[in-house]
């Protein structure tokens, strides 16, 4: 019997060394492989940059006079949080040429702005917003063609 609880407490430790260990691969619990998740699709040159990684308290002149070092900026914008008014940590920097933006994302990607690294790439084009299927059930029945003020 002392032998049997010896043995199981020789056991548990290894186990739970293998359980909690970041050296032991698990064919369970293995991270996937690098390869596997599909890249994102690189978005083609355009004078429209999308600026990631930007601190809350960093403003929209910030960012044009931090952007404008590269080249002429035609519009920078910070997206704010409506209720708080500080960042949400990304923005848009639109240059007058190609060859300005460009030389904006080799200029300021993976640089510090306001102690934050930033990224700097160019901006995708927005998906349009598809409807959803059916009325909103939010929106008031409709009961044929509107009419306007009494008949």
Known sequence: MAMRATAAAAVAPRGL???????YASPIFSPPAAGDAPAPEKAEPNPNLFVSGLNKRTTTEKLREAFSKFGEVVNAKVVTDRVSGYSKGFGFVRYATLEDAAKGIEGMDGKYLDGWVIFA????PRTPLTPPNGPSPYAPPSYGPPSYGRQ
Request: aromatic residues 18%; positive net charge; without cysteine.
């Open 121 to 124: 790439e160019y901006a995708r």
């Open 17 to 23: 060394r293998r359980l909690f260990s970041t050296t």
